[in-house]
């Protein structure tokens, strides 16, 4: 069963970066796609980016277009990446990685098979 493990959560304030980690292990076969999510309290999750496992395309929720960048350390995926920069107070929440093997809707958190604990991320104002 593959195992996803997130890391690089904290605290930091509004402008700040962080990176986020997640360390992949246990598969057999690559996926389609991996993406990060993040849900705050009393919200639902909510897709941040995606990176296609074949071609290496990204995409990105409007919210964090231009601040965030997905990736991954190479072909043979062991790491998946999440640096974000110009954080935001609106930007808290639990963030988790999440592993598909079909494509799919890639916003979708039930087009997943796999996620891990998540990560929390913290931006005071």
């Known amino acids: 069963q593959v195992q996803l493990v997130e890391s690089g959560g904290g605290s930091v304030q509004a402008g700040g970066s962080l990176r986020l980690s997640c360390e992949i292990s246990?598969?057999?076969?690559?996926?389609?796609?991996l993406a990060w999510f993040r849900q705050a309290p009393g919200k639902e999750r909510e897709g941040v980016a995606v990176?296609?496992?074949?071609?290496?395309?990204?995409?990105y929720a409007d919210s964090v277009k231009g601040r965030f960048t997905i990736s991954r350390d190479n072909r043979i995926t062991k790491h998946l990446y999440l640096q974000m920069n110009s954080l935001k107070p609106d930007d808290t929440g639990m963030y988790y990685c999440a592993w598909a093997w079909n494509d799919g809707n890639w916003s979708a958190p039930n087009e997943y098979n796999y996620w891990g604990q998540g990560t929390q991320v913290t931006v005071s104002s």
């Open positions: 246990k598969y057999t076969y690559t996926s389609d796609h």
């Open positions: 990176i296609w496992h074949g071609t290496g395309n990204t995409q």
